[in-house]
């Protein structure tokens, strides 16, 4: 199962990428976070549907000092991920 997820509010410069690495790591979850242009942070996972839950559920509450103020979820394309990266 994918997950394409975008995270609006105060987002960046917080170590938000890096919670959601752990995060993800921690739920047996693949794929991959980065930080946008427009101040947002996108992230694409895949693995099982209770993690999937598991995580949009964390991510509306944020790690500490964030402000997550809306989560943007489309469904994706299954895409064999091996692991969990930060991109640039």
Known sequence: MNRRIKVYGKVQGIFFRKNTQQKALELDLKGWVKNEEDGTV????EGELHSILAMQSWLRLGPPNSHVENLEITQ?????YQDFLILQ
């Open 76 to 80: 994706g394309e299954e895409q064999g």
């Open 42 to 45: 996108s992230l694409e996972i």
